[in-house]
């Protein structure tokens, strides 16, 4: 579904036209493509005369903090609940980008379907809800923001891409395709990234200010967990980490410091799934990785109240973690035949 036009006509054709008051959401603990999309988009619309504002389910890595519109975003907690749901209220226009069920962002979500505003969903997940008044939504993009930038390009705007919005969209393109390696590195990503990268930018400091900003303490996490926590299953070509709250307090975890984490797992040799299960105290994280045909996406679904993409899926869990993952542990025997045979 790719409501291009109709979008376009909403959004305007020209500066000058009435200006309209837009908020731009995401998913919870937004990545790179979370925000890049969003501040990008969000560039874009402030350049079409429109007033946005973007606003998070919850906060994020600092990582990201340098992204261009940054310091206009507002993080929700629980001591903003009035501000937000008059920004909702007072919305003619409400885009939903990098996620496609109202589940995903916590607290916005009954402010998103109680809204009023006309609603914009952009996303590249599997199976969306369908609670959007318009859509641009493709599964085979690589990342949300290359839906933004084929929207802005066939709408014409491609003279009002500029280095900001360009280092926002560049950032999720780059971070959603494992760095231009995943296989969902098209053709379309490659030329897309080329686009940008004619306006200027800095791909050698993007990708430095997203990966090369890490906390001693993220690094002391990551070493205590590779060394006590990993745990291979070479019988299910199976690999996992759990990381129980005491642990996440013991490191000074912020947002956004396990995030990769699950990667290591996935890269033991023989390994193709691999998974995270964190405890967030309110419940069980989970997020799987797998490599080839080996839906991670299906496992999710089916056991862990979750969804995402066929390699890259996340989950939940209301039980305690030792439950959560005697649970994963008891399915994968359904999945051994298949896991045997993913190449
Ligand atoms: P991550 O493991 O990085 O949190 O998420 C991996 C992928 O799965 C991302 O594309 C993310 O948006 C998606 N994902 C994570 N958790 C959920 C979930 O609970 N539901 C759905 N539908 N998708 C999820
Ligand atoms: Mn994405």
């Given at each position: 579904m790719?409501d291009?036009?109709?979008?376009?006509?909403?959004i305007?054709?020209h500066?000058?036209?009435?200006?309209q008051?837009?908020?731009?959401?995401?998913?919870q603990?937004?990545?790179a493509?979370?925000?890049?999309?969003?501040?990008?988009?969000?560039g874009?619309?402030r350049?079409?005369?429109?007033?946005v504002t973007?606003?998070?389910?919850?906060?994020?890595g600092?990582?990201l903090?340098?992204m261009?519109?940054?310091?206009?975003?507002?993080?929700?907690?629980?001591?903003?609940?009035?501000?937000v749901s008059?920004l909702?209220?007072?919305a003619?226009?409400?885009?939903c980008?990098d996620?496609s069920?109202?589940?995903?962002i916590?607290e916005?979500?009954?402010?998103?379907?109680?809204?009023r505003?006309?609603?914009v969903?952009?996303?590249h997940h599997?199976e969306?809800?369908?609670?959007?008044?318009?859509?641009?939504?493709?599964?085979?993009?690589?990342?949300?923001?290359?839906l933004v930038?084929?929207?802005?390009?066939?709408?014409?705007?491609r003279?009002?891409?500029?280095?900001p919005?360009?280092e926002?969209?560049y950032s999720g393109?780059?971070?959603?395709?494992?760095?231009?390696r995943?296989?969902?590195t098209?053709?379309?990503v490659?030329?897309?990234a080329?686009?940008?990268l004619d306006?200027?930018?800095?791909?050698?400091?993007?990708?430095?200010?997203?990966?090369?900003n890490?906390?001693l303490?993220k690094?002391r996490m990551?070493?205590?967990?590779?060394?006590?926590?990993?745990?291979?299953?070479?019988?299910?070509?199976?690999?996992y980490?759990t990381?129980?709250?005491a642990e996440?307090k013991?490191?000074?975890?912020?947002t956004g410091?396990?995030?990769?984490?699950v990667n290591?797992?996935l890269?033991?040799?023989?390994?193709?799934?691999?998974?995270?299960?964190?405890d967030?105290?309110?419940?069980?994280r989970?997020s799987?990785r797998?490599v080839?045909?080996?839906?991670?996406?299906?496992?999710?679904?089916?056991?862990?109240?979750?969804?995402g993409?066929?390699?890259a899926?996340?989950?939940r869990s209301k039980s305690?973690?030792?439950?959560?993952e005697?649970?994963?542990?008891?399915?994968?025997p359904d999945?051994?035949?298949?896991?045997a045979e993913?190449?």
């Open positions: 790719q291009i036009e109709a979008i376009g006509a909403v305007g054709k500066p000058g036209g009435p200006a008051t837009v908020l731009i959401t995401t998913h603990n937004p990545d493509d979370a925000m890049g999309s969003s501040l990008g988009l969000a874009y619309l350049k079409k005369g429109h007033r973007v606003v998070t389910p919850t906060d994020y600092q990582n903090h340098w261009p519109g940054n310091e206009g975003v507002i993080a929700f907690d629980e001591k903003q609940r009035v501000a008059q909702f209220d007072e003619d226009l409400i885009f980008l996620f069920a109202l589940d995903r916590r916005l979500g009954p402010l998103v379907r109680q809204s505003a006309r609603k969903m952009i996303d599997l969306p809800e369908s609670f959007a008044d318009l859509t641009l939504w493709d599964p085979t993009a690589a990342a949300t923001a290359e930038y084929r929207l802005i390009v066939e709408l014409g705007d003279d009002l891409l500029d280095v919005i360009a926002c969209l393109l780059m971070t959603d395709t494992g760095s231009f995943h296989s969902n098209t053709g379309n490659h030329r897309m080329a686009n940008l306006l200027n930018i800095d791909v050698s400091s993007i990708h430095r200010r997203i990966f090369d890490v906390s303490d690094f990551l070493g205590y967990v590779l060394n006590e926590k990993l745990k291979v299953l070479p019988q299910y070509r199976f690999a980490i990381l129980t709250d996440l013991r490191y000074r975890s912020k410091d396990t995030e990769g984490m290591y797992a890269a033991v040799e023989g390994v193709v799934m691999a998974c995270i299960l964190i967030r105290v309110d419940e069980i989970l799987f797998s080839g045909d080996f839906s991670v996406r299906e496992l999710a679904s089916t056991h862990f109240n979750g969804g993409h066929r390699n899926a996340g989950g305690s973690l030792a439950e959560t005697q649970k994963l542990l008891s399915i994968l999945y051994q035949q298949k896991l993913t190449v």
